[in-house]
């Protein structure tokens, strides 16, 4: 099974760090959110990636082109110009990379990547995300409704304390809403059928495609309450960094 990570946009939420480099490639724990990500599918024993890029593309090719040497320990042997590799720790991983253009929209992305796909059901995500998830429970629920798409639900977290007030006076305070709605947290899993609601480069995946398959009925949620966690802001970042550097990383599931 193949799975599809969403990459390309420019970042802009969090341009602290997308001015130097593709969102994907910003770092958690001196590694690439995008690594974070495909560990956890790797984990449910999927390991071939088709990767849309565009806003510098050429900084993910070069991260998997190199991926072998920059993994390993190596012997650089200077006077015959040759690099011997002692040890290799690389996954086993195949990726494929498409430049799918600068302002192409999430839809229109994965339009473009038909001909990588086989004709069968394959993962998609965004580059941005993380999750404690066990990707192939979604595989089976998706396989057991025979419906064309399915998106992990989930809550996210809050980010700011609520007051409870009162004629003015504040009767407590909390630190983290109780109850928040679900949402589009990725992590889907769609049928080839999907294609048939993606136009073209302008398609949003968001908009019409998933409203058009939910008035259709073919699209399902499998709720997820477990730890998820999106890298929109500079913010984002320090929290999953802290999370990773404590050892308490919720999506290490590896």
């Known amino acids: 099974m193949k799975a599809v990570i969403l990459s390309g946009g420019y970042g802009t939420r969090l341009m602290e760090e997308t001015q130097s480099r593709p969102k994907p490639m910003v770092e958690i724990g001196g590694r690439p959110i995008l690594w974070h990500i495909m560990k956890i599918y790797s984990q449910s024993g999927i390991n071939d990636f088709v990767i849309p890029l565009g806003y510098k593309a050429e900084m993910i090719k070069q991260y998997f082109a190199n991926y072998h040497l920059l993994s390993a320990d190596i012997t650089v042997d200077l006077q015959n110009e040759s690099i011997s590799m002692l040890k290799r720790t690389a996954e086993p991983w195949r990726v494929t990379l498409v430049d799918t253009g600068l302002e192409t929209m999430t839809g229109g992305r994965l339009k473009r990547l038909r001909p990588y796909l086989d004709d069968e059901p394959f ?3 965004y580059g ?4 404690e998830i066990k990707v192939s429970n979604t595989v089976d629920f ?5 419906r064309l798409a399915t998106v992990t639900a989930v809550k996210p977290p809050a980010r700011f304390g609520t007051l409870e007030i009162e004629n003015g006076r504040v009767g407590a305070f909390r630190e983290k809403p109780i109850e928040q709605d679900y949402v589009n947290g990725g992590f889907f899993v769609l049928s080839p059928g999907v294609f048939d609601y993606l136009e073209d480069d302008e398609t949003v995946f968001e908009r019409g495609p ?3 398959l939910a008035q259709d009925g ?12 999106s890298m929109d802001t500079l913010r ?13 990383a919720p999506w290490r599931i590896w």
């Open 123 to 125: 993962c998609m995500t």
């Open 128 to 131: 941005d995300g993380v999750a």
């Open 142 to 146: 998706h396989k057991s409704h025979g």
């Open 210 to 212: 998933l409203e058009r």
């Open 218 to 229: 073919e699209l399902m949620a499998l709720k997820h309450d477990a730890f998820w966690h």
């Open 236 to 248: 984002d970042k320090r929290h999953l960094d802290e999370l990773w550097a404590t050892q308490q």
